[in-house]
Each structure stands twice: as structure tokens, then as C-alpha cells.
């Protein structure tokens, strides 16, 4: 795949709330990633909040371990805020692409990107 070429990273964490209601592991995270790969997708991405609600810490490491083991051409992307629990994964795994999402921890979903002017303007610049 070439830089000009768009890429497809399924993000996994609307498969973990349907698991996480259950106590069975099913639907497995690993298992809807290999699905997804084998379909063609180009990466995996993931949101670990803090409050677990979705991904796990531990669906982080074996994603994480999955890929290298089994893709290893395939991109992983941490997203999150940089302000949570992000970081410590970022710096531990060293994705291929990292994300910082403005959410709050109590927001429901993500729903709007950094406003970068009007933190420039708070910030006095």
C-alpha cells in the first residue's frame, strides 16, 4: 500500500460492550479483529476509557500481541485523551498510530474533535 492510498482500521469498540454484558468472552475482541483483517482491513483500532466501559486494559495487550504475532503489517491505533489513561499505552506498546480524542470520562461517546483555536485563545496565544 502506498502513503496516497486510503487505509480501513476498524474500530472494535462497539463489539466489547456486547461482550462485556455478558460473562462468556463472546463476542471475543480478537476474534472480530481477525475477522476484520482477513476481510481486508488495514489496522485495528481501539478506545480504552478509563472506565473500562468498552475496551479493556487486557483486550489492549492482546490486540496488541495479536497483531504483532499474526499481522504484523496490519497498523494498531490507541485513540483516547492524552489527559486519562492513554499514555501509559501509548509509551508501553508503541502503536503504530495514536489519536487524542477530547473526551470527557463520563461522555457517553466521542462526539467532536479538539477545538484548537479556541484552546489557542485560552491559552493566550
Not at 485513540?79 to 501509548?90: I, S, T
Amino acid at each position: 500500500m502506498t502513503s496516497a492510498q486510503t487505509a480501513l482500521s476498524v474500530n472494535l469498540n462497539k463489539v466489547a460492550p456486547v461482550r462485556n454484558t455478558r460473562h462468556t468472552g463472546i463476542p471475543s475482541v480478537t476474534r472480530a479483529a481477525t475477522l476484520c483483517l482477513r476481510a481486508g482491513a488495514h489496522g485495528i483500532t481501539v478506545h480504552p476509557r478509563p472506565d473500562a466501559r468498552h475496551i479493556r486494559s487486557d483486550d489492549v495487550y492482546a490486540l496488541h500481541a495479536l497483531l504483532k504475532q499474526d499481522w504484523p503489517a496490519a497498523e494498531f491505533n490507541i485513540e483516547g485523551n492524552p489527559f486519562h489513561n492513554l499514555m501509559d499505552f501509548v509509551r508501553e506498546l508503541r502503536p503504530h498510530q495514536c489519536t487524542f480524542v477530547p473526551d470527557s470520562e463520563g461522555q457517553f461517546t466521542s462526539d467532536h474533535g479538539w477545538d484548537l483555536a479556541g484552546t489557542a485563545t485560552a491559552c493566550g496565544r
